[in-house]
């Protein structure tokens, strides 16, 4: 049985990681893997800016580092700011698989030009980073925001018939009026709206965090990982001090930071 370890980019109860665990009803996989959701000790209120990204990349580091000690076989990575991805692979041996990367190179599989669906204009960056790592300039359509604050950790329960409608709207502007042939869903918050979306838009809908699932089982499959070429090792790891750091401080932060998402504006 080959285990995977998806890293929820916030601290949150096991409840509200049940709606993290809900993706992966949404992609057939075989018997012969499991998934298993964890939450980061510390994490940014949300990724607006570059010292958010600093923070959540080093708190999916430290929460990934001891998966391979652990007996995983794979990370999967809970968010489509990729964010922990590289620090990880450089740490690890087993795959470390993204959604926002992932999603893109998928969308170029199906189409020839692609459209970001999101749910907040700030998160707008996090899609322009990869899509210029990438060189996809010219294959990305657009990036379409309906502008709703999001949460993070209710995600979209309760607010299907306010936000499923917008989301369609813009999803359907990008097809028509900027020519995307493939949809992305721009966080993997947005998962509840897939099915709906999928059902009424003529084109293919990528669901980022399932994606990673399946690919994770094609990269187990076949026997590969990331190239050691590409992400050398660290000649001198400081993961005790990563360790201790973040455990300090999610002591003192856990509190504040689930308060901080129940008052997001």
């Given amino acids: 049985m080959a285990k995977v370890l998806v890293l ?16 992966v009803k949404a992609v057939e996989l075989g018997p012969d893997i499991q998934f298993d959701f964890e939450s ?23 929460a990934g580092l001891s998966a391979q000690a652990r007996g995983y076989d794979a990370v999967c990575i809970d968010t489509m700011s990729d964010s922990g991805v590289a620090a990880l692979r450089s740490a690890l041996d087993i795959p470390v698989i993204g959604p926002g990367r992932a999603s893109m190179l998928m969308a170029m599989l199906l ?7 999101t749910m907040w204009q700030h998160w707008v960056h996090l899609y322009e980073k990869t899509i210029k790592d990438l060189g996809f300039t010219n294959q990305c ?4 925001s309906i502008d709703v604050s999001p949460d993070n950790i209710g995600l979209l329960g309760g607010k299907e018939e306010e936000i499923f409608p917008l989301l369609e709207t813009a999803a359907q502007a990008c097809i028509e ?8 869903l721009g966080s993997t918050t947005m998962h509840q709206a897939h099915a709906y979306l999928a059902d ?11 994606l990673t699932y399946k ?10 990982s990331h190239s050691r070429v590409a992400w050398p090792k660290s000649p001198a790891p400081r993961d005790d ?15 504040t930071f689930l308060k901080t998402q129940e008052n997001e504006e």
């Avoid at 001090?241 to 509190?255: C, I, N, P, Y």
């Fill in 177 to 184: 009026e900027d020519g995307a042939d493939v949809i992305l």
């Fill in 111 to 117: 189409g020839n030009r692609f459209s970001v669906v």
């Fill in 141 to 144: 359509a657009s990036i379409r």
């Fill in 200 to 210: 009424r838009l003529p084109v293919p809908v990528i669901n980022p965090g399932p």
């Fill in 40 to 62: 980061v000790l510390v994490a940014p209120k949300n990724y607006v800016s570059q010292y958010d990204l600093v923070l959540a990349d080093v708190g999916m580091l430290e």
């Fill in 241 to 255: 001090v990563l360790h201790a750091m973040l455990q300090k401080g999610s002591e003192f932060d856990h509190q």
């Fill in 215 to 224: 690919l994770v089982e094609t990269l187990l499959g076949l026997g590969l």
């Fill in 8 to 23: 929820v980019p916030f601290p949150m109860s096991d409840e509200n990681r049940q709606q993290r665990r809900d993706q």
